[in-house]
């Protein structure tokens, strides 16, 4: 079979890189000349500039956006015979730090009109053994900074943010990252900052929890040959960082058209409500970041998400789900003991999600010729 040329890819990273080119070339170079590959100057210039640029004192640069969780936890105190709050719809990954601190993750349901974890619902699950929430700003917007530190002040708990998707999302003053006592960040190539391989980032304003994290992540070690906990190779590499230091004076702009981008799916596609299709709702204006643009196909519609999915595609046009199975019917995860009809917005939203074509670069030729394939659908 002749596969089907792509007239709108689900993202393209090179209209980013592209420009940038020179000056990424210069930063490896330096790195190369150098020679300080682990632990480097680069590393710690961009550490400084990814903590200040989020509000807050410390960053310390890891491997990936889970080890970010599985140290950022550990060293927040949490570990085993803990429990952790956690969305039932989030990547994989989330659980997985989790898991890997020593902790239980307990899921918790979501808000169907943002897919975002559902306090109300978290209240229900609290036990004793409750130690923190793991918001998870999905898709690039802020789970609302006032009602979260409202109730982890009223439970007595902390928050660790996966900020994973949200890097300088913001939402009624806050900074992603900003508003628990610390934070996770994932440079994955696809995410609004990323690396050109693996990356991730704690951050924190607690000097502590910072220490340990460096600590952690350079295998136990506060200095050479001297091991104070078990801890993990999981460093950011200094390219690594030398590139995203090149990056990162963008991130706000890219961010922007992301914002304006959704902007432009969100007016066109008022059109298509009656149809059963509608987008997400965003309630932080120009703070969410659309790491991805998703809407949803309900009963309305008269083709099914799968078939909408595959019509576009026939048009050239790329789309995903994120995520088709929720975390509590994962099979690695059985032995947390959850079944079918456990979170039923949740299952419902796996069920009916697309997320479209969005990136910075997207035009808006391009977003209008994906709406007009959408309303063509009968
Ligand atoms: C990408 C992502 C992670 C994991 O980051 P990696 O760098 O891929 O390990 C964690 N949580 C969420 C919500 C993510 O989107």
Not at 124 to 135: N, Q, S
Not at 160 to 169: M, R, T, V
């Amino acid at each position: 079979m002749i596969p089907l040329p792509i007239k709108i890819p689900f993202v393209d990273l090179k209209i980013q890189h592209q420009p940038l080119e020179t000056a990424i070339n210069q930063a490896i170079q330096t790195v190369i000349q150098r020679g300080d590959f682990i632990l480097g100057e680069a590393l710690q210039s961009f550490e400084k500039a990814f903590a200040k640029a989020c509000g807050v004192d410390y960053g310390v640069g890891v491997a990936s956006g889970t080890d970010a969780i599985t140290l950022g936890l550990k060293a927040c105190g949490i570990g085993e015979g803990d429990e952790v709050l956690v969305p039932a719809n989030t990547f994989i990954a989330t659980i997985i730090g989790v898991t890997q601190s020593g902790a239980t993750p307990i899921l918790v349901d979501c808000d169907p009109k943002t897919a975002l974890i559902d306090l109300n619902y978290a209240a229900k699950v609290l036990t004793p053994r409750t130690k923190a929430i793991v918001p998870v700003h999905l898709y690039g917007q802020m789970v609302s900074p006032r009602e979260l530190l409202d109730f982890a002040q009223s439970h007595n708990i902390i928050i660790f943010e996966d900020a994973a998707q949200a890097h300088l999302a913001h939402r009624d003053g806050y900074l992603a990252g900003s508003v628990g006592i610390a934070a996770a960040f994932s440079f994955y190539p696809s995410k609004n900052l990323g690396a050109f391989g693996n990356g991730g980032m704690l951050i924190t304003s607690n000097e502590e929890i910072a220490r340990n994290v460096r600590t952690l992540r350079n295998y136990g070690a506060p200095s050479k040959y001297y091991h104070t906990q078990q801890g993990t190779n999981s460093r950011l590499d200094t390219l690594q960082a030398a590139i995203l230091e090149v990056k990162l004076p963008h991130l706000e702009q890219w961010n922007q058209q992301r914002n304006q981008a959704a902007k432009y799916y969100d007016h066109l596609l008022q059109s298509l409500a009656e149809k059963g299709i509608t987008p997400l709702e965003n309630f932080s204006n120009v703070g969410h970041v659309y790491h991805l643009y998703v809407i949803q196909i309900n009963e309305a519609c008269c083709l099914t998400r799968e078939s909408v999915q595959e019509y576009l595609k026939e048009q050239g046009i790329q789309s995903g789900i994120h995520y088709p199975i929720p975390c509590h019917l994962q099979p690695a995860y059985k032995a947390l003991g959850y079944q079918l009809g456990d979170f039923p917005q949740a299952e419902k939203l796996c069920e009916t999600i697309l997320s479209l074509p969005m990136y910075p670069g997207l035009n808006m030729e391009q977003i209008e010729l994906v709406v007009e394939q959408l309303s063509l659908i009968k």
